[in-house]
């Protein structure tokens, strides 16, 4: 008898979509992932507080970020092929062009940028950051990469009136 109080996300829960969707195929619109991402924004906010929510975004980001490592990318590769390959993976699933602005290659910490983000690219100025999933994505792949704990921080954000999204990630072994 399975728990019935928790779930434990698998990459198999994603499905067949080459049986599942013979026709239209594994692709959708972003106007459907924004439709889900924000409605659950606002139905967890109202029941949990908008910090909450958004503390969960980032858990929920952290855990997909370690499984999308696990599962479509390369943990054997050095660090600049590793880069590489993640950028173009980005750019496959339509998830944004990621730069890589300035890198610190011994201790991990980087400065990058997402543009044409999924998240947040043509929203309206918020003068907020909303790319809590993200954040915790970015932090998930490299600490799935390395086995050390990392933070990702959104500096600037389409919905701050930047054109694109920038990212602080630090490797947290590194900064004690
Ligand atoms: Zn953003």
Request: with cysteine; charged share 25%; glycine share 6%.
């Amino acid at each position: 008898m399975p728990d019935q109080h928790s779930y434990d996300f698998t990459w198999q829960d994603l499905g067949d979509l080459v049986s599942g969707r013979p026709n239209l195929g594994d692709t959708t619109s972003v106007v459907v992932y924004r439709l889900m991402v924000f409605t659950f924004k606002d139905v967890l906010s109202k029941e949990i507080g908008l910090a909450q929510t958004r503390q969960l975004f980032v858990k929920a980001g952290r855990l997909a970020g370690m499984e999308f490592c696990r599962n479509l990318l390369d943990k054997n590769l050095e660090i600049e092929a590793f880069i590489a390959q993640l950028k173009q993976t980005l750019i496959e699933l339509k998830i944004g062009v990621l730069r890589i602005e300035s890198a610190d290659l011994q201790r991990l910490d980087f400065t990058l940028t997402v543009s044409e983000d999924l998240d947040c690219s043509g929203l309206s100025v918020l003068n907020d950051s909303v790319c809590d999933y993200d954040e915790g994505l970015l932090a998930g792949i490299m600490e799935e990469y390395t086995g050390k704990p990392f933070s990702a921080k959104e500096i600037d954000c389409w919905a701050t009136g930047d054109r694109t999204c920038r990212f602080v990630v630090k490797n947290l072994a590194e900064h004690d």
